[in-house]
């Protein structure tokens, strides 16, 4: 097991440099990217910026009264495990095109790694730095206003809450790509999906308890912003529950995510023609 493992971090150290390699080959274009998508989290911050200049705080519908600073706390620390999951998921947009219909898949089952390993290695991006800034500096802006003093031991559990959020992630997009071994289906419903997301930026009590019990119980993306961040604010103990519960989620949903996927390989017989 050990030296299966040692394996599989030597040669990800491997795929990593060559995708660098390859991002810096064409050094304008990758800048380019990593501009266009800090443009689009900035715009993102601005509006929350605007609504905040206008109305002040937001109101939920249990009557707390949500300031600017922690919002944007929240809206921060969602940029971090978005950026991890951005930087590993690549190839689970076109994993059923590309791997079931295009044969690719036959090609990562012929070699003595795991497959999965290859897939999310394949997809290696770069282009997620600029998410992982911009969360860095909102959370550092953010942090002195929120009434709770940093200490490592905030820091540790910051670390492990990303990690637990990136967990949640990933479990429920494997679900979902592991789901076309039964159907092989072109149209992919990832990025639909992943526009949920948009709704665990904000505070999950100003929408209306349906939301809330789908993005807590159904495809809980709950977990991978809003509950994990909520745990670091000055009166948290609403959430004190579901913040703890976070790392618990991420295991639960990386664990579905890898049976779900072996299940579907032992389902998968080739691309065939």
């Known amino acids: 097991m050990f030296k299966r493992l040692s394996l599989h971090f030597r040669i990800a150290f491997h795929y990593c440099a060559q995708a660098l390699k390859m991002n810096m080959e064409y050094r304008l274009d ?8 800090l443009a689009m989290q900035y715009t993102k911050l601005l509006t929350l910026q605007i ?9 939920d519908r249990n009557g707390r009264v949500w300031t600017q600073h922690e919002v944007f706390f929240i809206f921060g620390f969602s940029l971090l495990p978005m950026g991890l999951f951005s930087a590993f998921a690549m190839n689970f947009y076109q994993f059923s095109d590309k791997y079931l219909v295009g044969g690719e898949m036959d090609r990562l089952l012929m070699r003595p790694l795991s497959s999965l390993f290859q897939l999310i290695m394949e997809g290696i991006a770069f282009d ?10 909102v959370i ?9 003093q940093f200490s490592l031991l905030m820091l540790g559990q910051l670390i492990l ?6 967990c949640v992630l990933t479990g429920v997009f494997l679900v979902m790509i592991s789901l076309s071994f039964w159907s092989q289906d072109r149209l992919s419903i990832l990025p639909p999906v992943y526009n949920l997301l948009n709704f665990a930026t904000y505070p999950l009590t100003i929408f209306k308890s349906l939301v809330q019990i789908f993005l807590t119980w159904v495809i809980p ?11 670091f604010l000055a009166n948290p103990e609403t959430f004190r529950t579901y913040s703890l519960l976070s790392p618990v ?22 691309a065939g023609t």
């Open 221 to 231: 993306f709950g977990f991978a912003a809003f509950y994990p961040a909520a745990g």
């Open 249 to 270: 989620a991420g295991l639960v949903c990386i664990t579905i995510g890898i049976l779900t996927w072996r299940s579907g390989l032992k389902r998968y017989s080739g």
């Open 30 to 37: 990758f800048f380019a990217e990593c501009l266009a998508a």
């Open 51 to 59: 609504l905040f200049d206008k109305f002040h705080s937001l109101h």
């Open 128 to 137: 997620f730095i600029p998410d992982l800034g911009l969360g860095i500096v």
């Open 161 to 166: 809450a990303v990690i637990g959020a990136w």
């Open 140 to 148: 550092a802006t953010a942090w002195p206003h929120l009434g709770t």
